[in-house]
C-alpha cells in the first residue's frame, strides 16, 4: 500500500515555466514532509521540506503548499530551469513514539525543462 | 557530497549468492537507514538503526539483515540473491532527532544475474 501518493509521473515544462507536482496521504501521524530531487547515478538530495503548522514554505524558486485537511502538499518550482530537470520525491514521515522517523516516499515525478 | 559513504558503487553476483553492502554515516549522525530503489517498487525503507540498536523496520525480506558497528558504519546483508533483488540501495543518516533531515549516499547498484 502506497502510503504518500505522487503525480504527475512525468512533466514537461517550458524555460521560465511553473512546474507543480502533487502528493496526498492519508496517515495523520506524518508530521514531517520533505521533497528530494534526484539526478540520475546520484542519491536523494533534500530540497525543502516542512512542518504541518505551516500552510507555505518557499526557499528560493521552490515553494511547497501544505493542505492539512485535505491531506495533500505540492510543490511548485517557479521559473523553471533546464537544470531543474531530474526526479522529484515527495515523502513523510512520522516522530511519533519510537522516535522512527523513516521516509516514505511518493513514486517520483520524471520532470524535464525545455530550453 | 552528502557526506555519507557507500561502498561498492557497483555489484554483480549470481542468484544464490550473498553480498554485503557498507555505509559510513556522516559525522556526527547516530542514525542510519536503508532504502531500496528499483522501477517497479520505487524507493522503500528497509530498516533504521540508531547507535546500534535497530530502531524502526520497513519492507525488509528475511534474507536480508542489516547491522551498525561501535564506530557507527552500517552493513546490510543480502542472501539467497534472486533475480528480483537487482535494484539500487541507498544508505542514509541523520541526527535522531524529529523531521531532521536525512542525507543520503550515492547508492549501491547491486545486479542479480
Known amino acids: 500500500q502506497q502510503q504518500v501518493k505522487q503525480s504527475p509521473q512525468s512533466l514537461i515544462v517550458q524555460k521560465g515555466g511553473i512546474s507543480i507536482i502533487n502528493c496526498a496521504y492519508e496517515?495523520?501521524?506524518?508530521?514531517?514532509f520533505p521533497w528530494y530531487q534526484q539526478f540520475p547515478g546520484k542519491g536523494p538530495a533534500l530540497l525543502i521540506a516542512i512542518r504541518p503548522d505551516v500552510s507555505e514554505k518557499k526557499e528560493g524558486r521552490f515553494t511547497i503548499s501544505f493542505n492539512k485537511s485535505a491531506k495533500q502538499f505540492s510543490l511548485h518550482i517557479m521559473d523553471s530551469q533546464p537544470g531543474d530537470s531530474a526526479t522529484y520525491f515527495c515523502a513523510a514521515s512520522s516522530w511519533g513514539l519510537t522516535g522512527a522517523n523513516n521516509l516514505f516516499f511518493g513514486t517520483g515525478t520524471r520532470l524535464t525543462v525545455i530550453p | 557530497d552528502s557526506g555519507v559513504t557507500q561502498t561498492p558503487k557497483h555489484l554483480i553476483t549470481a542468484t544464490g549468492q550473498r553480498v554485503t553492502l557498507r555505509c559510513s554515516p556522516r559525522s556526527g549522525d547516530l542514525s542510519v537507514y536503508w532504502y531500496q530503489q528499483s522501477l517497479d517498487q520505487g524507493l522503500q525503507f528497509l530498516i533504521q538503526?540508531?547507535?546500534?540498536?535497530?530502531?524502526a523496520k520497513g519492507n525488509i525480506l528475511e534474507r536480508f539483515s542489516a547491522q551498525q558497528f561501535p564506530d557507527l558504519h552500517s552493513e546490510l546483508n543480502l542472501s539467497s540473491l534472486e533475480l528480483g533483488d537487482s535494484a539500487l540501495y541507498f544508505c542514509a543518516s541523520s541526527v535522531a532527532t524529529q523531521g531532521a533531515e536525512a542525507f543520503f549516499g550515492q547508492g549501491t547498484r547491486l545486479t542479480v544475474v
Open positions: 538503526y540508531y547507535n546500534g540498536e535497530e530502531r
Open positions: 496517515n495523520t501521524a506524518f508530521d514531517y
